[in-house]
């Protein structure tokens, strides 16, 4: 192994999570920052938490809101079209009657 080239490795580097939790590790810091851990990851804890950045949340519950409301009303659209299709038909069908 070359001299001088490897950084200095810190077998009791403390690791340091924003939840609070730590515990030590080896590294070539000599602490370390971290924002998600085992103890507060949702995969590992069970939970569902929301981390918004930037309205990313706000943004895709607006499109998924949007799309349900052009559904809906396609959907009553539908159900429009074809009442009046059978109301339609009906009045044929007694206008036939009628004529016999």
Not at 26 to 50: K, L, N
Not at 59 to 81: G, H, P, Q, S, Y
Request: glycine letters at 6%; a positive charge; hydrophobic letters at 30%.
């Amino acid at each position: 192994m070359k001299t001088g080239i490897h950084p200095k490795y810190y077998p009791e580097a403390k690791v340091t999570c924003s939840c609070g939790n730590t515990w030590t590790t080896g590294s070539t810091q000599p602490e370390i920052h971290t924002d998600v851990c085992s103890a507060c990851h949702p995969f590992y804890t069970g939970e569902q938490r929301i981390v918004d950045t930037a309205g990313q949340v706000d943004r895709f519950m607006k499109r998924l809101r949007t799309k349900d409301e052009i559904r809906a009303r396609k959907r009553a659209e539908a159900e429009a079209r074809k009442a009046q299709e059978e109301a339609a038909r009906k009045a044929r069908a007694r206008g036939e009657a009628a004529a016999e």
